[in-house]
């Protein structure tokens, strides 16, 4: 038997941008209406052709991302339905009139013998990626304008400001907030004396404490503009002294920063749920990009941000840190180049959080599974040279009951066995009261190796009332951070491609998913038939 076909339905309800409206057509004298069904994009208002790619080409287009830029940041929404007659499209961007309608190639019918046409094809294929050569930010930034109607008036030289759900506009809730005084009358920064990068921050809440102190100590770039609502956390974050010579944007004023020349690089600390749209619009503004959470929990946009990254020449770096951990490398060395322990037979990992995260942080940086546990799947991805495991198996559990309320867990096991038939575990806490525990074993058929708790001391404790040394994920991980920064700075100075390709980041998403849906459903997940164009999309958490 054959797959079943499709439905407008069906691609309306995989596709949370797209919706099915129903037209009313009157046709000759007599007056005979059809109604037809047609799957459109709510924030372009534009019909869609029922084919995946064109889909995926049109959501990942810079039309679309304008458009709901606009829905959202003037707070509209728009209609699902379109009525009949002839105030059809009356105010849209693309006039639906059935002259026009009925000259063009049928694609769907539904209900009569009605024609409805196919729109012709505005977009072509991605780029294909190519080494960053050395250039000028704004010759690599400058992508090829999309000549299909926009719903915006004008076409702005840089992207508008943008509208983030976790921060409404300033101008309703100023007072309640605290939010940061209006900056767009504020003196220009400047560059450090010896600074040869500019940057700009967007989003502070979510930003990692060891990912501050590199910004604070590193000499090779400057600051220039934090794009925050909330000007007390920035304030707690730096501190009066370091921001002597940063500017402090709101959200809505984000495009000043983007039209600055002299900004070659944008850090994203978002959540991933709303970070898609800033990496975009600092692409196509011809800013590298470091995101330093995911830039998306959606495989879907996420590949966009990667094909964007590529079509506009600009390095996208994500942050998987634990890469870049000395004692990994040094690991990963062992392992891969050297052959040391020969043929892998198991992996096994424990990464225990401490302090442990706050629940506002869980509820919008994934949860245990994308916050903590992906990190953990990078690297055994790497150390194994495979890019996901066969079948797929977690258990967890939350013992904390806001953890519960969340409908998340706080503590979790999942196994994998891979192809090569290595068998992994990763066992995640989000509970460890004196210290940080991070371990990792790699057992194959040669011997050994093991990375301990990083102690300076040298001093190991069992069962003591008071801890002897306490070391927080952020201390733990301090030069792990570090490096990953100057790798961004190095993309952004053309000097090396990012070394997170899109490949191994959409498989690692894909696995960290798969993780999440084992233990929801209790069974397990077999990767086997899976491939990389099928969706991941990220459980909501209410």
């Given at each position: 038997m054959g797959r079943k076909k499709k439905t407008l339905h069906d691609y309306a309800a995989e596709f949370s941008e797209l919706a099915v409206k129903r037209h009313l057509l009157e046709r000759g004298a007599a007056g005979e209406a059809a109604v037809v069904e047609t799957l459109y994009c709510t924030s372009c208002q534009l019909p869609m052709r029922v084919r995946r790619d064109r889909i995926l080409e049109h959501l990942s287009s810079g039309r679309h991302y304008r458009n709901r830029r606009l829905l959202r940041q003037h707070g509209l929404r728009a209609p699902l339905l379109l009525s009949a007659g002839p105030d059809v499209g009356g105010g849209l961007p693309l006039q639906l009139d059935a002259p026009s309608l009925l000259s063009q190639p049928s694609f769907i019918l539904a209900g009569t013998s009605a024609i409805v046409p196919s729109p012709p094809s505005y977009h072509k294929p991605l780029v294909?990626?190519?080494?960053?050569?050395?250039?000028?930010?704004?010759?690599?930034?400058?992508?090829?304008?999309d000549p299909t109607p926009s719903t915006s008036t004008s076409r702005p030289s840089a992207p508008a400001a943008f509208h983030m759900r976790i921060a409404p506009a300033?101008?309703?809730?100023?007072?309640?907030?605290?939010?940061?005084?209006?900056?767009?009358?504020?003196?220009?920064?400047?560059?450090?004396?010896?600074?040869?990068?500019?940057?700009?921050l967007f989003g502070v809440g979510l930003v990692n404490k060891a990912l501050f102190q590199t910004l604070m100590e590193e000499n090779g770039c400057c600051l220039l503009y934090v794009v925050e609502d909330q000007l007390e956390e920035v304030e707690h974050a730096f501190g009066a002294e370091f921001l002597a010579g940063t500017r402090v944007l709101r959200q809505q004023d984000a495009d000043i920063a983007l039209n600055d020349q002299r900004v070659s690089g944008a850090i994203i600390c978002s959540p991933p749920e709303e970070?898609?749209?800033?990496?975009?619009?600092?692409?196509?503004?011809?800013?590298?990009?470091?995101c330093e959470r995911l830039p998306s929990f959606d495989r879907q946009t996420a590949e966009a941000c990667f094909d964007e990254a590529d079509r506009c020449g600009r390095p996208l770096v994500c942050g998987f840190y634990k890469r870049f951990d000395p004692a990994l490398q040094f690991l990963y060395k062992k392992v891969r180049d050297s052959q040391?322990?020969?043929?892998?037979?198991?992996?096994?990992?424990?990464?225990?959080?401490?302090?442990?995260?706050?629940?506002?942080?869980?509820?919008?940086?994934?949860?245990?599974?994308?916050?903590?546990?992906?990190?953990?799947?990078?690297?055994i991805s790497l150390l194994l040279g495979e890019s996901a495991p066969d079948t797929i198996f977690s258990l967890g559990h939350a013992f904390c009951a806001d953890m519960a309320y969340l409908k998340d867990a706080?503590?979790?096991?999942?196994?994998?066995?891979?192809?090569?038939?290595?068998?992994?575990?990763?066992?995640?806490?989000?509970?460890?009261?004196?210290?940080?525990?991070?371990?990792?074993?790699?057992?194959?058929?040669?011997?050994?190796?093991?990375v301990d708790n990083q102690n300076p001391l040298g001093i190991t404790e069992h069962g003591t009332s008071v801890s002897i040394y306490s070391q927080t994920q952020a201390d733990r991980y301090r030069d792990a951070h570090r490096e990953l920064f100057r790798h961004f700075l190095r993309t952004l100075k053309g000097k090396e491609p990012p070394v997170i390709t899109?490949?191994?980041?959409?498989?690692?998403?894909?696995?960290?998913?798969?993780?999440?849906?084992?233990?929801?459903?209790?069974?397990?997940?077999?990767?086997?038939?899976?491939?990389?164009?099928?969706?991941?999309?990220k459980t909501e958490i209410m």
């Open positions: 294909p990626h190519h080494p960053l050569a050395a250039s000028s930010p704004a010759s690599a930034a400058v992508p090829r304008e300033p101008s309703k809730q100023a007072a309640q907030r605290g939010a940061a005084p209006e900056a767009s009358d504020g003196p220009a920064p400047t560059l450090r004396h010896g600074s040869s990068v500019g940057l700009a970070a898609s749209e800033i990496v975009i619009d600092a692409l196509r503004a011809g800013k590298g990009v470091f040391a322990l020969g043929r892998i037979h198991r992996i096994s990992t424990i990464s225990s959080v401490y302090p442990a995260a706050s629940l506002s942080f869980l509820r919008t940086s994934g949860g245990i599974f994308y916050n903590a546990a992906v990190h953990d799947i990078d690297i706080d503590t979790v096991a999942v196994s994998m066995k891979f192809p090569s038939g290595a068998i992994v575990t990763l066992d995640v806490s989000q509970h460890c009261t004196k210290s940080c525990d991070q371990r990792l074993e790699v057992h194959g058929s040669q011997g050994t190796l093991r899109k490949e191994q980041f959409l498989w690692t998403i894909q696995v960290a998913a798969a993780a999440e849906q084992s233990w929801r459903n209790g069974s397990a997940v077999d990767l086997r038939n899976e491939a990389l164009d099928s969706s991941v999309i």
